[in-house]
């Protein structure tokens, strides 16, 4: 089966410019995470959908970011305007879950290959 | 939030046995231990998952003491494409708890010819 795309692999844009990142997640999987890691940081925890509504935005840094997943397939991630401190990897992950059953493998996350973020 | 702790880096030589030991101290009732491992330019790539004892698959094994504060993922045999980052993740995936998913640092494993 095809994995979790992502596009583009890599952005490089001006301060205060806007970027749409893209995700496609893996056919069937109901549940789509975005995640990112800023330069010398760890992989935090954005967003997750369930199908289009969201779940849990938690993570989300500050009202510049926006994602959304019209009809609970692909989901988008903009940034706008981008600000020097939003560099970083963003990564796209998406699970099949299987809400309330407790066994060992069946929630687990299928990666994208991130989209690398530059702000100048 | 349970948070894990792993050594930064670890080194070995094609063939050798790895194990990786991972601390979660507060780790809760519901919580998984995963294990994902991650190449430059890529993302995480699911190994293995257990709750408690021993679970084995075709990559790795992941041994977890009955007290479930840490746990040790164990590469059999490693070669140079094994060379990546590996996290230990603590969570309840499967009440929504993917925001409290804390991949900390991970460790650097450089395997050797």
């Known amino acids: 089966e095809a994995g979790v795309t992502q596009f583009p692999s890599h952005s490089v844009i001006e301060k205060g410019q806007t970027v749409t990142l893209r995700c496609d997640p893996i056919?069937?999987?109901?549940?789509l995470y975005w995640y990112r890691r800023v330069m010398g940081k760890e992989i935090k925890f954005l967003l997750h959908f369930v199908k289009e509504s969201k779940q849990d935005e938690s993570g989300m840094p500050n009202n510049r970011f926006l994602a959304e997943r019209t009809g609970g397939t692909y989901s988008t991630l903009k940034v706008q305007p981008a600000e020097l401190e939003d560099s970083g990897v963003y990564f796209c992950?998406?699970?099949?879950?299987?809400?309330?059953?407790?066994?060992?493998?069946?929630?687990?996350?299928?990666f994208g290959a991130g989209s690398r973020l530059t702000v100048l | 939030l349970a948070k894990t702790t792993q050594p930064i880096s670890m080194d070995s030589y094609e063939g050798q046995e790895v194990n990786i030991t991972c601390s979660h101290n507060?780790?809760?009732?519901?919580?998984?231990i995963t294990w994902y491992q991650q190449f430059p330019s890529q993302g995480p790539r699911f190994i293995i998952q257990?709750?408690?004892t021993k679970v084995t698959n075709e990559v790795a094994s992941l041994f977890i003491p009955a007290d479930r504060k840490s746990s040790t993922l164990s590469l059999p045999r490693v070669s140079l494409s094994d060379t990546a980052v590996y996290y230990c993740l603590v969570g309840d995936m499967f009440s929504g708890g993917y925001n409290k998913l804390i991949f900390g640092a991970g460790t650097r494993l450089a395997v050797h010819p």
């Open positions: 257990g709750y408690k």
């Open positions: 992950a998406s699970s099949q879950g299987r809400d309330g059953r407790r066994e060992s493998g069946a929630n687990v996350l299928t």
């Open positions: 507060n780790i809760a009732t519901n919580d998984y």
């Open positions: 056919s069937g999987h109901d549940n």
